[in-house]
């Protein structure tokens, strides 16, 4: 029986889950910029960025951060930006350096 | 007004990795080491400044310093492939001992440069207390390596290597000490731990919030 009643409830937070995964990749999102940067060598500065995008910016949905390719990719809300020079102002702010910013880069994978 | 002058002529540094956060950051650090424990949490107004409180405990005395800390990035140089810091640290407060208070300040300096592979670092500190004749000074200067190197999220892995100089210390042992040490680091969190050449461990803790 106690068997039979953990199975169910794996089998329904599994479900759950496929469910709001589901969900999360049917919600569409906006336009997704690349910022190549400088100055980024550790996680403190990859948590701060997130940190900062996620406080500041309603219209970014989400983040992704490379350590090694030096990259932030923003996934932007749908019909949401931000222009160059915030973003631009942002990053600065945080002190690290924007080698350039790419508009609709094609993101193929998460970074992280 | 003496006071005043000693402070801003006084250079301290403690042992501390990044003393600023990003801006609206709070960050926790506990540091516990052969001479003292420190538990230090400050708040970021912005991502070149950071204001919080400092408390520290010294291991062989009942001694109890609680000092308001201002610490200040000063200049930062980022590549592509790097990162160097030169950072303002500044604590004053009261010290507690017995039944004796005490006006306690620090002010240093401290430098690093870092990639994704290498690390090094140098503090300079000099500490002015009411209670000590002349101030302390000390400076510490750290190599590092990491064995591999992770993305963000990894656990990253660090070989470390510290050597303090205490000119003011009696015991020989205690003017030079070496500590080799691990640090982890994940996310929002790194934690180091050591053992330094006259058998003393370290253990410290960051976290960022």
Partial sequence: ????TLLLSL???????????EKATEKKLGETVLVNVKGLVCDFCAVGLKKTFGKKTPEVNSIDVSLKEQKIILYFEKDKTLADEKITKLIKDNGYNIVSIVRNYKAEKSVE | MLKIVLFLSTLLLAVQARPVSYAGGWTLMSQ?????????YHYSPTAFESFGISLENYNESDRYDT???FNKL??????RTSQANLYLKTKAGLAFEG????FNSHLGLAADWETRRYFTSYETALHYSDDLDNGSFHQQARVGIAPYIGEFGDLHTWFMLQVEHHPEEELDSEKFIIT????????????EFGVNSNGNA????????
């Fill in chain 2, 32 to 40: 516990n080491n052969w001479e003292s424990s420190v538990l230090h």
């Fill in chain 2, 67 to 69: 000092n308001l800390q």
């Fill in chain 2, 180 to 191: 080799p040490l691990v640090r982890f680091f994940k996310g929002a969190y790194l934690t």
């Fill in chain 2, 99 to 102: 039944n004796n208070e005490y």
């Fill in chain 2, 74 to 79: 000063l200049k930062r140089k980022n590549t």
């Fill in chain 1, 11 to 21: 089998c329904a937070i599994f479900i759950n889950f496929s469910f709001a995964a």
């Fill in chain 2, 202 to 209: 370290m253990i410290n803790l960051i976290i960022r919030f």
């Fill in chain 1, 1 to 4: 029986m106690i068997k039979k």
